[in-house]
T-cell receptor
Framework: DTAVSQTPKYLVTQMGNDKSIKCEQNLGHDTMYWYKQDSKKFLKIMFSYNNKELIINETVPNRFSPKSPDKAHLNLHINSLELGDSAVYFC???????????FGNGTRLTVT | DAKTTQPNSMESNEEEPVHLPCNHSTISGTDYIHWYRQLPSQGPEYVIHGLTSNVNNRMASLAIAEDRKSSTLILHRATLRDAAVYYCILRDNNNDMRFGAGTRLTVKP
């Protein structure tokens, strides 16, 4: 009964490949997010979706494409992976734009 | 970019109170002050948030300065499980939450 779950937990892949990370929340929240935490441990927001509509899109490469099939899911697809994409990616959700965020436990992506 | 300033690290002894400071001198009137913490190998966890008045919950207390340019997260009795990186974040009308470097809290037994 995990609130925000991400799969896979670990992902090791080679440069140039395309991969997806899945996120699901069972809290009934209407807003979901993707954050990236790099090797220096800085957490940066990448995308935010509210009711399946993009509301924040930071300047991430267009190789990253979020997809929200419904309110409970926000998947992250990455094309043509690069070494610099190696990081931990966190999914989160919240109810509305004032309530706290609930984070998943992250997906550690390693690009070789 | 994060709009908040925190000490890089702090130490505390177990079962003693901990006061984690945060400066946010450019805070606007509608920004909420949020605190999250991140334990090793886990995602950030919500701790507390407030706007103007001091706030208490089961995890911590939040003391907000009268001019709102600073705040302090108070852990009343630190335990070893409280060792984490604590983030002070301003959340604006755009729902934007930008994490800074945070304060790494070490709790000594």
């Amino acid at each position: 009964d995990t609130a925000v779950s991400q799969t896979p937990k670990y992902l090791v892949t080679q440069m140039g490949n395309d991969k997806s990370i899945k996120c699901e929340q069972n809290l009934g929240h209407d807003t979901m997010y993707w954050y990236k935490q790099d090797s220096k441990k800085f957490l940066k927001i990448m995308f935010s979706y509210n009711n399946k509509e993009l509301i924040i899109n930071e300047t991430v490469p267009n190789r990253f494409s979020p997809k929200s099939p419904d309110k409970a899911h926000l998947n992250l697809h990455i094309n043509s992976l690069e070494l610099g994409d190696s990081a931990v990616y966190f999914c989160a959700s919240s109810q509305g734009q004032r309530s706290p965020l609930h984070f998943g436990n992250g997906t550690r992506l390693t690009v070789t | 970019d994060a709009k908040t300033t925190q000490p890089n690290s702090m130490e505390s002894n177990e079962e003693e109170p901990v006061h984690l400071p945060c400066n946010h001198s450019t805070i606007s009137g509608t920004d909420y002050i949020h605190w999250y913490r991140q334990l090793p190998s886990q995602g950030p966890e919500y701790v507390i948030h407030g706007l103007t008045s001091n706030v208490n919950n089961r995890m911590a207390s939040l003391a907000i300065a009268e001019d709102r340019k600073s705040s302090t997260l108070i852990l009343h009795r630190a335990t070893l499980r409280d060792a984490a990186v604590y983030y002070c974040i301003l959340r604006d009308n755009n729902n934007d939450m930008r994490f800074g470097a945070g304060t790494r809290l070490t709790v000594k037994p």
